[in-house]
């Protein structure tokens, strides 16, 4: 039977404009407080009882008995499921692998030395020691999310990588073939937010890491949320997003199977705009929306999207759909317009932006070497994608001449003494005495 769900098409300046941008915003914001409470309690725990409350709450939420002795994938494990993976998927992850090395190989901060009459200024560039990837076992394996998180950190210089994936029998034959063409042999059988506890306060099955990277649900989202400061992470990260600005030219079906691409992530939170300015293709397109979920083999997914889930957004003008994409600040935005670069030049807020008609999200995703862990919730207005920077630290060197010294220590002084810090001035005062001083011993 059809589906009978109606795809919105909102005026963005309108009431019902302003309704579904605020019911965008909500959902993003929306956070479990009973979430938030028990996962302190499961960090708590782990943190002060180490591998038995680990495996406990692993037998309890996931229904798996870990111990010790099984919680880590022994390399006969990971070789036997990998060798499960056909021919066609081997060939796509190692294909995909090459692309992500060949673009992340062009990032990375760099080492520089400033030098001047006064001082000479470093930045020397480090990698991260050792880092921890996610790799979820809910509604779906994700390989994928192996080769975005994996290669950066390799490329980085990281010397230990771990990864972790919630214990569903044997290890999902795509990961394990990705972990193994990668070279990752510290692999666990423990998931949820024990799982990010664990790798944030170590125990003594898993130690401790550096940083946390990979999606994960609400409960992963909020213990990496509550151990960040204790370990680095990459983000909060939350459902899925798209915004796809489109002129009356686009396909109207490939963007309605675009809008879906998102939808169909499961959690019922994702976000799934089109922004256009013509009232016609706005038709269109959500006329095709709607076929395409009639026709869908997860439609049951699709249908239990709230109203605001898959919305048609109409302006009056480009530089309209410009500032309201930049307003959402999307995870994923695709300009499907025939003057997709200068429209590109105007956006300042969005994670990752596919140009053109024949570049899909999905291409990213999977193939064409851009990263895929990316901030969602907004958050493109001030974070960025995962990438080699991920997985470095910069420390800076400074190192002053006596001639230096002699010019800034009156000013180093002045700043000090205006803010109360004494001795913050007399460490300066007291070396420029001792110049003054030995200066004076070697004339006498």
């Excluded at 509550?226 to 997003?241: F, M, W």
Aim: with cysteine; glycine share 6%.
């Amino acid at each position: 039977m059809p589906v009978q769900k109606k795809i919105p098409i909102v005026k963005v300046n309108s009431p019902t404009g302003t309704r579904f941008l605020k019911q965008i915003e909500t959902a993003r914001l929306k956070r479990d407080d009973l979430v938030g409470r028990r996962v302190e309690e499961i960090i708590r725990d782990i943190e002060k009882r180490g591998d038995s409350a680990l495996f406990e709450y692993s037998a309890k939420f996931d229904k798996v008995k870990v111990s010790a002795r099984t919680v880590r994938f022994t390399p006969e494990e990971i070789k036997r499921s990998a060798a499960q993976v056909p021919p066609d998927l081997k060939k796509a992850i190692r294909e995909s692998a090459k692309r992500i090395r060949s673009f992340h190989q062009m990032q990375g901060l760099r080492t520089f030395t400033h030098r001047s009459s006064e001082s000479i200024l470093k930045q020397i560039v480090r990698p991260l020691g050792r880092v921890a990837v996610y790799i979820p076992g809910g509604y779906t394996a994700y390989s994928s999310s192996v080769l975005m998180s994996v290669i950066p950190a390799q490329i980085a210089g990281v010397k230990e990588i771990v990864a972790v994936t919630p214990p569903r029998g044997e290890l999902d034959p795509a990961i394990a073939y990705a972990l193994s063409y990668l070279k990752v042999k510290e692999v666990y059988r423990i998931g949820g937010a024990q799982a990010i506890a664990a790798l944030a306060y170590g125990t003594k099955s898993i130690p401790a890491v550096d940083k946390i990277v990979g999606p994960g649900n609400a409960y992963v989202a909020t213990a990496k949320k509550l151990v960040y400061g204790k370990v680095d992470i990459d983000s909060v990260a939350g459902p899925s997003e798209v915004v796809i600005i489109a002129d009356n030219q686009a396909n109207p079906q490939w963007v309605a199977q675009d809008l879906l691409a998102q939808a169909e992530h499961g959690s019922g939170d994702e976000t799934a705009v089109c922004i256009t300015e013509n009232a016609s293709f706005a038709q269109k397109v959500a006329l095709a929306v709607i076929e395409a979920i009639n026709a869908s083999t997860v439609k049951q997914t699709l249908q239990k999207l709230p109203a605001h889930a898959i919305t048609i957004f109409l302006t009056g003008s480009r530089e309209q759909s410009i500032a309201l994409s930049n307003t959402i600040a999307p995870e994923h935005l695709q300009i499907i317009t025939q003057t997709a670069t200068k429209d590109l030049a105007a956006i300042t807020n969005a994670a990752a932006v596919f140009l053109g008609p024949l570049t899909p999200v999905a291409m990213g995703d999977y193939m064409i070497g851009t990263n895929h862990v990316l901030p969602t919730n907004g958050a493109a207005r001030f974070a960025c994608p995962l990438g080699v920077e991920s997985f470095q630290k910069r420390i800076s060197v400074a190192q002053i001449t006596a001639s230096g010294l002699k010019k800034l220590a009156p000013m180093v002084s002045v700043f000090a003494r205006n803010e109360q810090f004494v001795h913050h001035a007399i460490s300066a005062e007291c070396r420029v005495s001792g110049i003054v001083d030995a200066t004076n011993q070697r004339r006498q």
